[in-house]
């Protein structure tokens, strides 16, 4: 059981190129998250999917897209980066039984730095 | 939407001492209230929950505390000891309502030894 993987740990981007964070978990959860961390910021949502099909708009959506590619897989993508979209992301997932669908389980995060 | 709001940023205590971190948040429906734990370098993972229909909730030497009416609540560790240093993020969310956790801003607890 290796839980919630994401990858890269580690990317350098020059402002303008593209890049696909991918996430992908193996406890049958329903729900899955991206979250980025800046510090004092704590950690804010960019993208979520309650079930395989639906995404939807977190707190911090521009910039971003999303694909929910099935159950286990959910994809973070920037278009074209920015400086401002440096910070560490993390993908999580929840669910699915009862009492469980809040407690997350996060990835060891994506560290990214745009120039 | 909903706001969390989390002091201090920082706090250093002394191994054995108490530490205290507060949340307030902004949105009276918020029913579910985690607490995660980060240790450098490492991935966030819940150390306790409390829902709004209980006041207080312990596990060892942890503990958290709600009040409904003051929407604050917070987070007790007791005997800190040195692998308690990281930083502690709380949370607000309405439950069944997309599971959409709003976090504090995080505190970073330094214990001395």
């Known amino acids: 059981n290796a839980g919630v993987t994401q990858t890269p740990k580690f990317q350098v981007l020059k402002t303008g190129q593209s890049m696909t964070l991918q996430c992908a978990q193996d406890m049958n959860h329903n729900s899955m998250y991206w979250y980025r961390q800046d510090p004092g910021m704590g950690l804010r949502l960019i993208y979520y999917?309650?079930?395989?099909?639906?995404?939807d708009k977190g707190e911090v959506p521009n910039g971003y897209n999303v694909s929910r590619l099935n159950k286990r897989e959910f994809s973070l993508r920037l278009e074209s980066a920015a400086p401002s979209q440096t910070s560490v992301y993390f993908c999580a997932s929840s669910g699915p039984g009862p009492g469980e669908g809040e407690k997350l389980f996060f990835g060891s995060g994506t560290q990214l730095s745009v120039l | 939407g909903e706001n969390v709001e989390q002091h201090p940023s920082t706090l250093s205590v002394q191994e054995g001492d108490s530490a205290v971190i507060k949340c307030t948040y902004s949105?009276?429906?918020?029913?579910?209230f985690p607490w995660y734990k980060q240790e450098l370098g490492k991935r966030p993972q819940l150390i306790i929950d409390i829902r709004s229909n209980v006041g207080e909730k312990k596990d060892q030497r942890i503990a958290v505390t709600l009040n409904k009416t003051a929407k604050h609540f917070s987070l007790h560790i007791t005997e800190t000891q040195p692998e308690d240093s990281a930083v502690y993020f709380c949370a607000a969310s309405i439950r069944n309502a997309g599971n959409m956790l709003t976090f504090g801003g995080g505190t970073r607890l330094m214990v001395k030894p």
């Open positions: 999917s309650a079930s395989e099909g639906t995404t």
């Open positions: 949105d009276s429906a918020s029913n579910y």
